[in-house]
């Protein structure tokens, strides 16, 4: 399954936000939260997070830059169940680190999904609208 969309939803006082119900069975009973480049969480499913666990873990420990990457991605990650009303809570780390607080939005990504604060979301998003064609074309231009 692909994620699509962008879904806006509020963050509870405990931390809880919930997972769009169409993405559910998809993701399984729980989901790895884990720091994404761009300051946002990155959501996905065991099995997904497993493949992009492999290609890190493959690069080796050899470097300093493989096991500072190691330890980013790795460490800034953790395993949450999904609830019975379909929401994840968030640790209080992970929310501070990407300031979500309130509102935040969801963003499908194909192969998961990211949650953005809605006030690091919008210059984001609004960018990724700008530069949408000239992207497009040169992502063609490679093919």
């Not at 998809?26 to 992009?52: H, N, R, T, W």
């Not at 953790?78 to 680190?97: C, F, H, N, T, V």
């Amino acid at each position: 399954m692909l994620f699509l969309n962008t879904y806006e939803y509020v963050v509870d006082d405990r931390g809880r936000v919930a997972v769009p119900a169409r993405y559910r069975d998809a993701l399984g009973p729980s989901v790895i939260l884990s720091k994404g480049p761009d300051g946002c969480l990155e959501v996905y499913s065991p099995a997904e997070f497993q493949k992009k666990a492999e290609r890190l873990l493959n690069g080796g420990a050899a470097r300093q830059k493989d096991r500072r990457l190691g330890r980013a991605f790795f460490g800034g990650s953790a395993e949450i169940d999904i609830d019975k009303q379909g929401r994840i809570l968030i640790p209080a780390s992970l929310r501070q680190w990407a300031e979500i607080t309130g509102p935040v939005v969801i963003a499908g990504q194909g192969t998961f999904l990211e949650v953005w604060s809605a006030g690091r979301w919008q210059p984001e998003g609004q960018a990724a609208e700008d530069d949408f064609s000239r992207l497009l074309e040169s992502m063609e231009a490679r093919s």
